[in-house]
T-cell receptor, first 114, second 111 residues
């Protein structure tokens, strides 16, 4: 199946730990994204990345870092987890340019920090 | 900064038509998208407008007016399964492929 996939689906961890979320897309898209959705359902872009440029949302703490081994993968690494990091994290992908208007999302990773 | 405002909740009757509005304030605006998200699910792409006017995709249509900084999603022949949250999202030039999502509208379809 062509899709955007994420692992794990659920992640429960303690404050101060480091964790990673993996994302893969087999849609042949050039651009990938990470979003954070908080408890109020507000979706906020964290990063967008293609083989040319990484754009970091200036409000994202530097504890968050995207890592892309290749065009089809964009993983999210989080250092020193905090309670406020608890949220659902979505990976998405699209083609470049105006095709960024049509994004395809992964199933999400629900992160709970205790 | 960038902002997109939507009504927080809308209730409509099964079989009816509902319009969900989105007003935006962004710079370097490229276009407006619409996404559906069921509780516990992921956002799913519905439609987008890069130009002014109406785009129709089955029961869903989306409209954009750049001069008014306004768009809407129109859902016709409402079904119970349309109960979900709906988000508008603006693509703009504030960095490579910068996307800003609206505040979201929770649609409840009642019998």
């Amino acid at each position: 199946d062509t899709a955007v996939s994420q692992t794990p689906k659920y992640l429960v961890t303690q404050m101060g730990n480091d964790k990673s979320i993996k994302c893969e897309q087999n849609l042949g898209h050039d651009t990938m994204y990470w979003y954070k959705q908080d408890s109020k359902k507000f979706l906020k872009i964290m990063f967008s990345y293609n083989n040319k440029e990484l754009i970091i949302n200036e409000t994202v703490p530097n504890r968050f870092s995207p890592k892309s081994p290749d065009k089809a993968h964009l993983n999210l690494h989080i250092n020193s987890l905090e309670l406020g990091d608890s949220a659902v994290y979505f990976c998405a992908s699209s083609q470049e340019g105006l095709a960024g208007l049509e994004q395809y999302f992964g199933p999400g990773t629900r992160l709970t920090v205790t | 900064g960038q902002s997109l405002e939507q009504p927080s909740e809308v209730t409509a009757v099964e079989g009816a038509i509902v319009q969900i509005n989105c007003t935006y304030q962004t710079s370097g605006f490229y276009g407006l998208s619409w996404y559906q998200q069921h509780d516990g699910g992921a956002p799913t792409f519905l439609s987008y407008n890069a130009l002014d006017g109406l785009e129709e995709t089955g029961r869903f249509s989306s409209f954009l007016s750049r001069s008014d900084s306004y768009g809407y999603l129109l859902l016709q022949e409402l079904q119970m399964k349309d109960s979900a949250s709906y988000f508008c999202a603006a693509l703009n030039s504030g960095g490579y492929q910068k996307v800003t999502f609206g505040t979201g509208t929770k649609l409840q379809v009642i019998p």
